[in-house]
């Protein structure tokens, strides 16, 4: 079974200050890894992606995250936060077989980003 | 393509009412995931379609919750009867699932329940 922990649930940090939430999963499969970010009051949005490739994935606001096989881990890190990116963010894992409880979409608890002036 | 469409966004009801929750999935989407939010047990996963076909629903909390797909684009979540403790905000989200690959799952607004 696959399961994604979210070491931290609350991150707070200065603007322009650099920032790593930090995300670890297991999963007997080869996996695909998601980051996603909630603002008050919405739905879930993409931040990025890893399916395959590169293990350094960029995705918007400036956002990355490395993908690291040995350590199991998927942290997303920005160089430089706004006031804007306080939000709350998620890891997620799936693999890629269908069937049965695989192919599931499985998130982590969360981290809230509270990024102050 | 306007997204994952939920209805209603809000919903207040009494105890012991049916409640039904509704999704539209992006066309073309053959995956379909209901999750439940709240502040203690945060995003969890209580149903996963693939081709119209429930995968699986372990994370279902009881009888009392059923969740159904008619058609490839189109899922209802019902809660019968309704409890207080199910309230939280339900979200659907639906993707592309191929063998080996899948597309990244698009969410809806969610929908806001408070069963009272």
């Known amino acids: 079974a696959q399961s994604v922990t979210q070491l931290d649930s609350q991150v707070p940090v200065f603007e322009e200050a650099p920032v790593e939430l930090r995300c670890n999963y297991s999963?007997?499969?080869?996996?695909?890894l998601f980051w996603y970010v909630q603002y008050p009051n919405q739905g879930l949005q993409l931040l990025l992606k890893y399916l395959s490739g590169s293990t350094l994935v960029k995705g918007i606001n400036g956002f990355e995250a490395e993908f690291n096989k040995s350590q199991t881990s998927f942290h997303l890190r920005k160089p430089s936060v706004h006031i804007s990116d306080t939000a709350e963010y998620f890891c997620?894992?799936?693999?890629?077989?269908?069937?049965?409880?695989?192919?599931?979409?499985?998130f982590g608890k969360g981290t809230k980003l509270s990024v102050k002036p | 393509d306007a997204g994952v469409i939920q209805s209603p966004r809000h919903e207040v009801t009494e105890m012991g009412q049916e409640v039904t929750l509704r999704c539209k999935l992006i066309?073309?989407?053959?995956?379909l995931f209901w999750y439940r939010q709240t502040m203690m047990r945060g995003l969890e996963l209580l149903i996963y379609?693939?081709?119209?076909?429930?995968?699986?629903d372990s994370g279902m909390p009881e009888d009392r919750f059923s969740a159904k797909m008619p058609n490839a684009s189109f899922s209802t979540l019902k809660i019968q009867p309704s409890e207080p403790r199910d309230s939280a905000v339900y979200f659907c989200a639906s993707s592309l699932a191929l063998t080996g690959w899948r597309t990244e799952a698009f969410f809806g607004q969610g929908t806001r329940l408070t069963v009272v």
């Open positions: 379609f693939n081709n119209n076909v429930p995968i699986d």
């Open positions: 999963s007997s499969v080869s996996v695909y």
């Open positions: 997620a894992v799936s693999d890629g077989n269908y069937g049965g409880s695989q192919g599931n979409l499985i």
């Open positions: 066309s073309g989407h053959n995956s």
